[in-house]
């Protein structure tokens, strides 16, 4: 794809890759003749602005010189301060010229630095060595190759003699691996190789089998031992590849050009891409390296209407080439291709033109460093080496140290059957009450008697209780209020006597003198009416008429004797008539009604209502009593209990709902260790309920998926597995042996009452 074009015959030069912006010099080129017979000459900086669009390139700096160039070079070295380096020209009377680019760029007059006449003939190549960039190769006629030190211009030395026969010499070029070979090349169809060490040739390729007419040739970037070498006669239009190690044949052969091939530039930023062009006005890229044994074009660049003489590689974008020809233009290209808008007739207007690049990625675009995770967060890492082949690495990355530490701790806990002391260190370790009274209650699910140490952590015990009975035995007594020590025994009290079985009822015998005598009521009052309603058995009579006279006491008495139907229906009429605060609690415990002290109390006394549920509640209704208490707690508006419904929630063991809570508990749910604290308390509490071959709730289900993912990202795939195991997730882990653990003690309901005085009793 064209990037840039300028209308130009000349010989360029890139600046070198330190250098930004990026500048091409060009000077005028020797041998040629513009439209207008115009024999002046110039040198000019040319500013690449790819920023900026359109083709035309900028004019940053031109002077005049003295003499038209063969060869053109920008070397980084520079005699003086001046950092942008110095310009070489190899010049038809046979001068170097050294010019200053700084004093072109400010269009200066005089930009010469130094003359260099050592040649007899015409100076058509040169080269400055990749790795002192003082030391200038030149090649002129007459098989001239002379070396020159730029820090002392005057001192030139030699390769070697000159070889016989004389010829002109058409390429020279530094070896871009080994510093002290070069070669030289001249049309008669010989590259020689030089070591400077030995100070003389080493070794000469030559094809014996063809009549070639060598017009360039191209060190390997990477390989010191092979070169290529371009023919321009039209009957062997071919470039051919060598080693020098086996220089007898050359190793391979390129023939798509149709005529002489012009020369050839290996790309030093990818072996794989080396251009050529030939007399066929035809420039193709090539990748000398492929399997086959004449190379494959990977690319060919838009052809020129005339020869082109000289195509460069820039040496800080890779992808452009300059190149110029005989029709007075100098184009810019990138290798990559691309698309182009272009004008065409004033009836078409502008059409879009498609350039294909190369078929593969150069090696320019592969990173010199890359890295990719792969599962179980193992990260693999490269890096291109200096030397040597390229460094693979795999190391194990660990971002959550502490969830690593923490997930062993809870399965070493698990296994071994401690989660009792994890607890009791988890609530160590709490610092929020919050969180505290979270580790407690799930703690208590691992003590002997469960529902007990729930009462305590509500407060309810049997110390608290007698430290209140002594409060108020010590408040001022009031008239009403009976003594001490007329109150009864109730801890003594007890059935000693012997008991004798008589109508079906059991009765305590009496004995003869040990009581006041009785004296059986007989008037026409209520007394009288009772009596005889007692006298004849009949309790419910006896009760009516204790209640219709305000006698609710002797009724209660009379209901206990009268069965428990009737001693139910009394109490019932006796609570339904009272409105005090208390009366609603004893109704709900002794009528049994704790679903609807549940759905009735009052949510902030939460405390009273759980331990009502803990003492009283049979064992197969407390979990949905408890769960129901905790949804009216979690339903409650702006979420004001919903840290109180977590206990209940914890109680009854439903899990499902707890996980909706912590999660929304969480300030960031996706946080490792948030996702850390939610899975010790999920674990901990299924543990405790032996719900490990129940069905998991699906929410439950997906933060243990997630942790397993999370253990399995950070290399932890044994401790993941066991807690896919523990909750048989099929779907993520093929479910091994199934987990058995303790069976966890059920509260069993109260005895039904046996005896007519049998009342509601605790079950703690």
Request: hydrophobic content about 35%; some cysteine; aromatic content about 6%.
């Amino acid at each position: 794809m064209k990037v840039k074009e300028v209308s130009r015959t000349a010989c360029v030069a890139w600046s070198p890759a330190p250098q930004y912006p990026v500048y091409i010099a060009g000077a005028t080129a020797a041998n040629q003749l513009s439209a207008n017979f115009d024999s002046d000459s110039s040198l000019e900086l040319l500013d690449l602005s790819l920023d900026n669009g359109g083709y035309d390139m900028r004019t940053a700096g031109q002077s005049a010189v003295k003499d038209r160039v063969h060869k053109l070079l920008w070397a980084g070295f520079s005699a003086t301060s001046d950092s942008l380096g110095t310009l070489i020209g190899g010049c038809d009377n046979g001068v170097v010229n050294l010019w200053n680019p700084s004093a072109v760029l400010r269009s200066e007059d005089a930009p010469s630095i130094q003359a260099l006449a050592k040649h007899t003939g015409a100076v058509r190549t040169l080269d400055i060595n990749p790795f002192q960039s003082n030391l200038l190769l030149s090649g002129g006629s007459a098989s001239e190759v002379y070396i020159t030190d730029l820090n002392d211009p005057e001192k030139t030395m030699y390769p070697g003699a000159k070889q016989n026969p004389m010829e002109d010499i058409c390429c020279v070029r530094w070896n871009r691996q080994v510093q002290h070979i070069l070669a030289s090349t001249c049309p008669g169809g010989r590259a020689i190789i030089w070591d400077l060490r030995k100070q003389g040739p080493i070794i000469t390729v030559s094809d014996h089998s063809r009549q070639v007419r060598l017009s360039s040739m191209a060190w390997h970037p990477s390989v010191p031992t092979q070169i290529v070498t371009s023919s321009e006669d039209d009957q062997h239009p071919i470039m051919q590849m060598w080693d020098l190690r086996y220089a007898t044949s050359p190793m391979k052969v390129f023939d798509q050009h149709q005529r002489g091939v012009l020369g050839v530039s290996w790309c030093p930023h990818d072996p794989d891409l080396l251009v050529s062009w030939g007399k066929d006005c035809r420039i193709l890229c090539w990748n000398p390296n492929s399997s086959g044994s004449s190379g494959e074009v990977v690319c060919e660049l838009p052809s020129t209407s005339q020869w082109t003489f000289d195509v460069q590689w820039c040496p800080r974008n890779p992808a452009l080439v300059s190149v110029s020809s005989f029709d007075s233009r100098l184009n810019i290209y990138s290798v990559l291709g691309g698309s182009t808008e272009q004008q065409a007739d004033d009836f078409l207007g502008t059409q879009t033109e498609h350039v294909e690049g190369l078929k593969y990625a150069p090696k320019w675009l592969a990173p010199p460093v890359g890295a990719r995770f792969s599962s179980g967060g193992k990260l693999v890492s490269f890096c291109k080496a200096t030397t040597g082949p390229c460094q693979v690495k795999i190391s194990q990355v660990v971002t959550e140290p502490e969830v690593l530490l923490r997930a062993k701790v809870l399965s070493d806990a698990v296994e071994g059957k401690t989660l009792r002391e994890f607890c009791a260190a988890k609530l160590q370790r709490a610092t929020d009450d919050k969180e505290k009274s979270i580790w407690q209650f799930l703690q208590g699910n691992f003590e002997v008697e469960t529902r007990r140490h729930y009462l305590q952590l509500l407060g309810f015990t049997s110390e608290s209780l007698e430290e209140q009975i002594q409060q108020v035995s010590s408040a001022v007594h009031t008239e009403q209020e009976v003594e001490e020590e007329d109150l009864p025994n109730f801890s003594s009290l007890r059935i000693s006597q012997p008991v004798e079985v008589a109508s079906g009822r059991c009765s305590p015998v009496s004995r003869p003198g040990t009581a006041s005598p009785i004296q059986v009521p007989d008037d026409d009052g209520v007394d009288g009416a009772i009596s005889k309603a007692l006298l004849i058995g009949n309790f419910e009579a006896a009760v009516k008429l204790c209640i219709r006279n305000n006698r609710m006491t002797d009724a209660m008495v009379l209901a206990v004797a009268g069965g428990a139907e009737l001693l139910a229906c009394t109490q019932q009429y006796y609570l339904k008539r009272q409105t005090s605060q208390l009366s609603k609690l004893m109704s709900a415990v002794v009528m049994r009604d704790l679903n609807g002290l549940v759905l009735r109390g009052k949510l902030s006394n939460w405390p009273q209502l759980l331990a009502a549920l803990i003492t009283y509640a049979p064992g197969d209704q407390f979990a949905a009593l408890a769960e129901r208490l905790g949804r009216r707690l979690e339903e409650e508006e702006d979420g004001l209990y919903r840290d109180e419904a977590s206990l209940c929630f914890i109680c009854s063991g439903s899990l499902e709902r707890l996980v909706n809570i912590w999660s929304g508990q969480s300030s960031n749910a996706s946080n490792a260790i948030a996702l850390q604290d939610l899975i010790e308390k999920i674990v901990v509490l299924r543990e405790a309920l032996s719900t490990s071959s129940a069905a998991t709730p699906s929410t439950v289900t997906d933060k243990i998926k997630s942790y397993a993912d999370l253990l399995a990202s950070q290399g932890a795939h044994q401790t993941a597995c066991q807690y896919l195991r523990r909750a048989d997730i099929s779907d993520h882990l093929q479910p091994s042996e199934a987990h058995h653990s303790a069976p966890h003690p059920v509260f069993q309901p109260p005895p039904s009452p046996q005896a007519p005085g049998a009342v509601a009793q605790p079950f703690v």
